[in-house]
């Protein structure tokens, strides 16, 4: 059946512009400057509202299998869609974690039973999996944490991850690196101890913690020249450390991301909200936000994704110490973005390529990202006018809480088209 979005104003070729979209099969099988009739079975009058490419998401963390309690793929995917993702690139760090192909295949087979949204899975790696890696089919990235974090191992061995960028470049794989030295983290664990309170997270993984470890992963990269992406910047050294080696010999090989919890919040919100915004790397003072943003503004940051890891509110209630890291926010980091655009802190363009253009470039997802004639259709229906607020009450995660509660921002997230099947 065909399905005809009239009277819309469609981001095109950088910009919005007035235009009518015919889908048919799953796809966007014409754009025109006059609205569809009789080719279209049925239409969604767009008028007032901005059509937007899905945003491609290539860091959650949708806890499957092994923490189901957390968020699975149903109520992950619904989360998805309520913020405006279609694609989702899910990390390894699940039980068992997705080490192997066997791991790898039977971690896709639950994801195919039950996801609403486009889907790839992350393999980690661990310094003895590599024959897994390359014998692995359908593998887009690698995951590496450099830094242990939630669920996952240190892997710092420059020796083994010389092995991996070296695969890596023969298979066109991406290596995703969480970027923080353990040795540092080990050391400032120690040394604050004694301190409880959630705000001490910013000094136990510090702008050293980041920086120490961008130098180490970019010093290796240069020897290979394989493509390496940063997840999550969190620091102004460290974002200053990536745009030098964007300069250098295989710079155009290296990308990174930021996250909304670095780009909309600062060290104040531990005294507000504590765990909740107790994540890996630590969000950190209003001068890194206010660099990333600028990076953002730039180009220098090449796209945003949400890191989506949420965890039970009795878990967060932990103490400082015992409390796990990781915050929800599939369903807030595009509506954060269209906000911020709409207010004019951001250009629409920008927002467009750091969440779907972007993403869908250095991931190789080839007809996503962009809306063009051929392409999936994985759509966003925006009305820019209208406002709402961010409320726990309303949210798809399991997790029920979101950092941005009662915020108020401009510009809802209609309906989410995904393959050409409407939700919303």
């Excluded at 890891?309 to 509506?335: N, R």
């Excluded at 250095?362 to 820019?384: C, H, M, Q, T, Y």
Aim: glycine share 8%; with cysteine.
């Amino acid at each position: 059946m065909a399905l005809a979005l009239n009277n819309g104003k469609a981001f095109i070729n950088g910009r919005l512009e007035a235009a009518n979209i015919l889908i048919s099969n799953g796809k966007i099988e014409k754009i025109s400057e006059t609205p569809f009739g009789t080719r279209a079975e049925k239409e969604i009058d767009c008028r007032g509202k901005i059509i937007l490419p899905g945003a491609i998401d290539c860091h959650v963390h949708f806890r499957c299998p092994g923490f189901e309690y957390k968020e699975d793929w149903v109520s992950g995917s619904l989360a998805a869609l309520h913020g405006g993702a279609t694609t989702v690139m899910d990390m390894p760090n699940t039980r068992p974690p997705t080490l192997t192909v066997k791991d790898f295949g039977e971690k896709t087979a639950l994801a195919k039973k039950s996801a609403a949204v486009n889907f790839s899975l992350f393999m980690g790696f661990d310094g003895g999996n590599l024959q897994e890696i390359s014998a692995c089919q359908g593998l887009r990235a690698v995951k590496v944490y450099y830094g242990a974090s939630t669920n996952s191992n240190a892997m710092d061995s420059p020796e083994s991850l010389e092995k991996l960028f070296t695969l890596a470049m023969q298979k066109n794989l991406v290596v995703v690196l969480h970027a923080e030295d353990e040795a540092e983290i080990k050391k400032n664990e120690e040394k604050f101890r004694a301190e409880k309170e959630p705000a001490v997270h910013t000094k136990i993984r510090n702008d050293a913690a980041e920086t120490n470890a961008i130098r180490v992963l970019v010093c290796l990269q240069e020897k290979i020249g394989n493509k390496l992406h940063f997840a999550h910047i969190s620091s102004k050294k460290g974002l200053e450390l990536i745009k030098k080696a964007k300069k250098g010999q295989f710079g155009r090989a290296i990308t990174c991301e930021a996250t909304p919890n670095h780009l909309f919040l600062d060290s104040k919100a531990y005294k507000k909200m504590g765990n909740l915004v107790k994540c890996n790397p630590s969000i950190k003072s209003s001068a890194d936000r206010k660099a990333l943003w600028e990076g953002l503004i730039a180009g220098d940051i090449d796209s945003v994704a949400s890191d989506h890891a949420p965890h039970t509110l009795e878990e967060k209630k932990k103490g400082y110490w015992e409390a796990p890291s990781g915050i929800p926010g599939i369903e807030t980091m595009l509506p954060l973005l269209i906000d911020a655009a709409l207010r004019n802190k951001i250009a629409m363009q920008r927002v467009v390529e750091a969440s779907s253009e972007r993403p869908a470039e250095i991931f190789g997802w080839a007809s996503k990202g962009f809306i063009r004639e051929g392409f999936d259709a994985d759509l966003v229906i925006v009305d820019p006018k209208r406002k709402f607020t961010v409320e726990n009450a309303r949210l798809f995660t399991k997790a029920g809480y979101s950092p941005f509660n009662g915020w108020k921002l401009k510009g809802f997230v209609e309906k989410t088209l995904v393959g050409g099947a409407v939700y919303g």
